[in-house]
């Protein structure tokens, strides 16, 4: 059964202290990870697109990597705007677009 | 560009009622999904239309919840009769025709059924 796990499921920084989110994913035929930020009330906002393990994209703090059963999210030197709700989501080998979420991780980064 | 919009941004029905739920995706993109999360839990494909078809409506939880999308342009989700445990936040987004394309969420519809 496809399933995506994203630890840990809170995180509380201080500004400037780097660290990383973990999306741990079993799907057949992965036709893409997606990162998203959320902040509350609204509604999921895209950061990045994966396609092969090995790859990794970059975005001001933000770095995302990817393995063969995981990617992770790091964040480096966190500022309080980077406060939001990250969540990984999976695409698999198929004639359809139906994406698998995780249940996310909360960030909060303190000043 | 506008981005996906839904309407309304809240609702809030009585048990036995029928809400519909409407989604503009973005100008041009043939692709159209809906999500929804519950409480507490993750957020969970719906279904998903290739301009006017289901392309795959894998998610939808029985036959109270009806999707459409006349024309290929805008889209409606009803819930008819609402139960209780249809409360939760209804998100709509859309890409291009391409599978691979990343998938662009609305704000979402929080629908409270009491």
């Known amino acids: 059964e496809d399933q995506v796990t994203q630890s840990p499921e809170a995180l509380r920084l201080q500004e400037g202290e780097s660290s990383s989110l973990n999306c741990s994913y079993t799907v057949s035929g992965l036709r893409g990870l997606f990162w998203y930020r959320q902040d509350p009330g609204k509604g999921p906002e895209f950061l990045f697109t994966l396609y092969s393990a090995g790859e990794e994209k970059e975005k001001e703090r933000l770095k995302a990597t990817l393995t063969k059963k995981e990617s992770f999210l790091h964040i480096t030197a966190p500022k309080p705007e980077d406060s939001a709700t990250y969540l990984c989501a999976v695409r698999r080998g198929s004639n359809t677009g139906k994406l698998i979420f995780g249940q996310g991780t909360t960030l909060q980064v303190k000043p | ?114």
């Open chain 2, 1 to 114: 560009e506008a981005g996906v919009t839904q309407f309304p941004s809240h609702s809030v029905i009585e048990k036995g009622q029928t809400v519909t739920l409407r989604c503009d995706p973005i100008s041009g993109h043939d692709n159209l999904y809906w999500y929804r999360r519950v409480m507490g839990k993750e957020i969970k494909f719906l279904l998903h239309f290739v301009k006017e078809s289901k392309q795959d409506e894998s998610g939808m939880p029985n036959n109270r919840f009806l999707a459409e999308r006349t024309g290929g342009t805008y889209s409606t989700l009803k819930v008819q009769p609402a139960e209780l445990e249809d409360s939760g936040v209804y998100f709509c987004a859309s890409s291009p025709l391409a599978l691979a394309e990343t998938q662009y969420f609305g704000p979402g519809t929080r629908l409270l059924v009491l």
